[in-house]
């Protein structure tokens, strides 16, 4: 009798979902198709959207049991010091990363940020570990290739070379020592579109695509974010 208990907790425990916890606020996006991708996930990942600022509250060490992994799909540019104090730890203490699209322009003031993602979009001049940056600028609506990279990484694993219609950002910042994952040839980006990195504990992922619809619906990129979140996630 124990030991069939036993086996039962641990079964139900490795087919635990992944809880990912969305981040948004400071930019529309398409909630009913970007909430469809997300089910079209599979059982495997559950997820729960928080809007900036109150999302800020689920930093908390109180709070960070609520979820597994971060989604960022937000262009938020508030932040006290004490909120990002508390931001940064949480993630920098283990808990993983997926920034998605717009989340790249987000915190134009909080440079700590930049160096979570590894990446920013610039709204105007900024001077960044001795370089200065344009103003960064994008384009909707275009139809490019997206080339995975060559190197063997659970988040590329089987994602073929695609076409996607998406909207570009140019002249982004990327740090140093990123894995690059995803490139384009597309004149009007920058051509590392999709990065892996380390940041304290946690691993992150981003990926420039996701705007609207089009990408939402687009098979490689749903895969692309699944092994992204389940990569991620493991220890
Ligand atoms: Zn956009």
Redesign the pocket.
């Known amino acids: 009798m124990f030991f069939l208990t036993t086996l039962l907790l641990s079964a139900s425990k490795s087919s635990d979902p992944i809880r990912i916890l969305v981040v948004t606020g400071g930019?529309g996006y398409k909630t009913e198709q970007f909430n469809q991708m997300l089910s079209s996930l599979g059982p495997s990942i559950t997820y729960q959207i928080a809007e900036l600022p109150g999302a800020y509250d689920l930093f908390l060490p109180e709070n960070r049991n609520k979820y597994d992994v971060l989604v960022f799909y937000h262009m938020w540019q508030q932040i006290t010091d004490e909120q990002a104090k508390v931001f940064a730890e949480c993630i920098r203490n283990g808990k993983p990363v997926i920034a998605l699209?717009?989340s790249i322009c987000a915190y134009d003031d909080w440079p700590e940020y930049w160096n979570i993602i590894g990446g920013k979009y610039f709204h105007k001049v900024t001077s960044f570990r001795g370089k200065e940056y344009q103003p960064c600028s994008?384009i909707?609506d275009l139809h490019f290739d997206v080339n995975v990279a060559s190197t063997k990484h659970p988040v590329i694993k089987g994602v073929k070379d695609f076409e996607i219609f998406d909207?570009t950002y140019k002249g982004y910042y990327v740090e140093d020592g990123v894995t690059p994952l995803l490139t384009t040839d597309e004149p009007s980006s920058t051509p590392v579109i999709g990065w892996a990195k380390k940041y304290g504990k946690a691993r992150i992922i981003v990926l420039q695509s996701?705007?609207?619809v089009p990408t939402f619906e687009n098979s490689s990129f749903r895969k692309l974010l699944k092994q992204a979140i389940e990569w991620v996630y493991k220890k």
């Open positions: 930019h699209h717009h994008y909707h909207e996701g705007h609207d």
